[in-house]
């Protein structure tokens, strides 16, 4: 969500500054991203995930962000990184990478690429999964780490790279990931859609009253079901609606939410939408530009949060299914 935005806004940018031409380019630019630098070693058990819970206006969300459990070698203190979709590439976070460093004296070189700064070699767990990255954005973002903390403090942020060519699995009820290099049996039988994984964004094709739309899901966006036109949220929200302020690296952008009791079909499922949003975005444009970049809306974690997602990212194929117990979900 934070990072998405953030384009979105590049994007209005070069719009102003250049016209068509300028966001014919930067489409392009959306729609791509550099090779990954991320490596993930195989490991046959699920990551687990938590929830972050927020109060957002007079709303409390229980499903505000999903964090990755992380650990440093070295280091007794444990962190957590944001699993964000919605970045194609995995980022740290400036402030609290500077703690890591001053308490573990790890050898590690920074480059800096048009005014950006990268960390050259890091290394770090998630849960019992070893990734390796060449080279790792750090942005100026977040706090110093706070030593001892009862809550893991947060250092980064997981992208779409960390399941770029592999079968991610995301089991919402049961709360874990899975990772494979091939598709495993128990889900040989699935009814697979295809979708577009360009630039690392993941994009899917959903079907809401009989219209197909392209969404790019968004994992950090987990407040939201469906993020769409101020048009479609009077069209498929009911009831009265609830607005609150979405904090986007610093800044503010109102939020206007009704509960859904319509349907989308994805990935050989229907499932419940349950919450239409509409964001107020700086400038009118942005919302333009969501549908002149062929996507129709943005897809949170709501919709998804009874079932098991599969992102095959290496066939541009997905599945949404039912859920059940872990052991039989997961098998190899």
């Not at 919605?86 to 990478?97: I, K, N, Q």
């Not at 079901?225 to 979405?246: C, K, Q």
């Amino acid at each position: 969500m934070k990072i998405a935005l953030r384009v979105f806004l590049g994007l209005l940018v070069l719009l102003i500054l250049a016209g068509v031409g300028g966001y014919h380019y930067f489409k392009n630019q959306f729609l791509s991203a550099s090779p990954s630098r991320l490596t993930v070693a195989a490991t046959a058990s699920p990551i687990p995930f938590t929830w972050s819970a927020a109060q957002l206006g007079d709303h409390y969300e229980p499903h505000n962000a999903l964090f990755l459990p992380v650990q440093v070698a070295g280091l007794e203190q444990p962190f957590r990184m944001q699993f964000d979709l919605g970045a194609p590439s995995s980022v740290l976070y400036g402030p609290a990478f500077q703690s890591v460093l001053d308490s573990t004296g790890l050898p590690i070189a920074f480059v800096d690429n048009e005014s950006r700064s990268y960390a050259q070699n890091v290394a770090f767990n998630i849960a019992d999964a070893s990734v390796t990255v060449s080279e790792m954005r750090v942005m100026a973002y977040g706090e110093p780490v706070a030593w001892g903390a009862e809550t893991p403090p947060i250092i980064g942020t997981i992208g779409a790279d960390f399941i770029s060519g592999k079968i991610g699995a995301i089991d919402f009820p049961n709360q874990t990931i899975r990772l494979f290099d091939q598709l495993p049996a128990s889900m040989q039988d699935a009814s697979f859609v295809p979708f577009s994984f360009q630039g690392r964004r993941v994009i899917l094709p959903i079907e809401v009253d009989g219209k197909t739309v392209q969404a790019m899901y968004d994992s950090g966006s987990s407040a939201f079901g469906l993020l769409t036109t101020e048009e479609n949220l009077a069209r498929w929200g009911a009831g009265e609606t609830f607005s609150y302020d979405v904090n986007s690296w610093g800044q503010k952008v109102p939020a206007h939410n009704r509960a859904s009791q319509h349907a989308i079909s994805i990935g050989g499922a229907d499932v419940p939408l349950q919450r239409v949003s509409y964001l107020e975005w700086p400038n009118k444009w942005q919302a333009r530009l969501m549908s002149l970049s062929n996507m129709g809306a943005m897809l949170g974690n709501m919709p998804f949060l009874e079932t098991t997602l599969v992102l095959d990212t290496q066939t541009q194929q997905f599945a949404v299914l039912p859920s059940t117990p872990q052991t039989a979900a997961l098998a190899p």
